[in-house]
């Protein structure tokens, strides 16, 4: 959060910039899958992404907290952070682009599914979300804003924290 300087103070006097940085934990985080369309991996402790878009990531702020954060002052920028645990294979010697979409639908962290935003019945293999269906597959049909918000290049083995600018979305 940046203040900027006040307009009634006198020309020539010094402007006192106040800088200020939060760190919101996600509300919630999943990764859902083309393989296992039906299937919730809201309790995994790792999400996965990559492999011919098989998989997406998914990641929600309340943004109450965001609005909390920011208070009367003015949100300059805000990024999002991972950080790749395991990468074993998959990106190619020169790497894959990963891209991040602002998502236009609510899921929750517990049943979302490759099919479904919530999913009402995971014990079965079907989707189970009448009326609420999302596609992930088709562009034109998708949860999220086609437009990607930022772009990230992954390598073979690659490890550490990645950062991606989410200040348009937020």
């Not at 006097?13 to 990764?31: F, K, M, N, R, Y």
């Amino acid at each position: 959060d940046s203040l900027g300087p006040s307009p009634r103070l006198p020309r020539g006097e010094p402007v006192a910039l106040v800088t200020a940085e939060d760190t919101l934990v996600a509300s919630g985080d999943t990764h859902i899958s083309k393989t296992t369309p039906n299937q919730n991996f809201g309790s995994n402790d790792e999400m996965r992404v990559g492999g011919t878009s098989r998989y997406r990531a998914l990641v929600q702020f309340d943004s109450a907290l965001i609005r909390q954060a920011v208070g009367t002052g003015q949100l300059d920028s805000a990024r999002l952070e991972f950080t790749i645990i395991a990468n074993p294979d998959g990106f190619g010697s020169g790497g894959r682009q990963v891209d991040l979409h602002r998502l236009t639908r609510s899921w929750t962290e517990g049943g979302a599914t490759w099919h479904c935003p919530h999913d009402a019945d995971l014990s079965n293999a079907a989707p189970d979300c009448e009326g609420t269906a999302w596609d992930m597959t088709n562009q034109g049909q998708a949860p999220y804003v086609t437009t990607r918000t930022a772009r990230v290049t992954i390598t073979n083995g690659q490890t550490g924290v990645i950062r991606l600018d989410v200040s348009a979305d937020v």
